[in-house]
């Protein structure tokens, strides 16, 4: 007997759609190149074309690599509030694309999450958004470091070696000799706003020549222009932290210090959620706005917060340590994890603030 069926039950694809039991394991137990992220996303749609919809973004990156997106929709009748996760903007999140097609799997083929995820949100998944500063990171892994900005300044310096960090893509104007743009600082909402001055060509921070100066942030913008008939309610930003047992769910703004007016709200979701995802030795993610931890104008998150209009969004940052042992599959698994389980505890407590999926028992609060 159901006692509490989903709310949209008969048009749902989910009692037509494979199951498969839960399952600890992890299925993308390795790093994910471009081409491996094409093609799972291909083989995503070829599977089950009824509520998979794969979408190349353009204008393609300065490597010629399209930023895909996966969209899922459990039904083509209904329109549903929408989840959006991006995912990969930094070149050194290289777990991050494993973690978003584990939701992905979830979300599809795990009976334990179709009924409560699936069945009642649209989803926009883009797994890879910086796809040349990736393969960049993963390509120079094994050279040993070089401080960064003696790195990208010296071209001697740079034989036979690599940056200690990258946290850019990788376009270059001729005859440059630093290169590169961080795509998460080169949004237009209040774009330099944190800064008094341009940063330096060479640095980890340099926001672009002007406002989506770089492809990855063109793709990503007019892709958001053409989900303005979709309802996102909640957008997700998934990096990570590469700081040791600093793990953080922030929400904007980041380019100020002033709060939202729905800061409040924010909280409460984020706090739920670092309540739900506790860490394995006993800790709490960290819930602020991001500003508190210094000012980042230009980010993906402000934007569509202030442009797009989307009132929930977060920045996910679980540990990932920069330029990882390759073939330790035990990081990629605890990255992948502590993504998810953040994730979806930002969908249940938004779940839980709307009281839409919630009955009450002699007091006690119900989710169906």
Known sequence: MILFPPRNYELSGAKIRTKRDSTTKIHYPQYLDYEKVVKITERFEKAD?????????????TENRSIVALELHSDKLTKKPGILIIGGLNGM????????????????YDTGYQTPFFNDYDWYLIPLANPDGMHFTTKIRDLPPVDTPIWSTNFTARIGTRPSQ??????????????????????????????HKTPDRCSQFYAGAKPFSSFEAQALKHYFNGLSDSSINLAIHLHASFVPRKELILYP????????????????????AARQARLPDGRLYEVHQSSTDGRVAGSVCDYISGVVGTELVYLVKPYFPAFPNYTDTDIIENYVNRALTAT????RGWRRSTKLNTLYFFGKEIEF
């Open 93 to 108: 999140t290289w777990a991050v694309p494993n973690a978003i097609f584990e939701i992905a799997e979830k979300l599809l």
């Open 253 to 272: 703004w980041r380019f100020s210090k002033r709060q939202p007016s729905n800061y409040a709200t924010l909280q409460a979701i984020g706090e739920y």
């Open 344 to 347: 979806l505890g930002l969908v």
């Open 166 to 195: 990258w946290h850019k893509n990788v376009e270059k104007k001729d005859k440059e000799s630093c290169f590169g743009t961080n795509v998460n600082r080169n949004f237009a909402y209040h774009w330099q706003d944190d800064v």
């Open 49 to 61: 074309s009824d509520v998979v919809y794969v979408r190349h973004l353009t204008p393609n990156t």
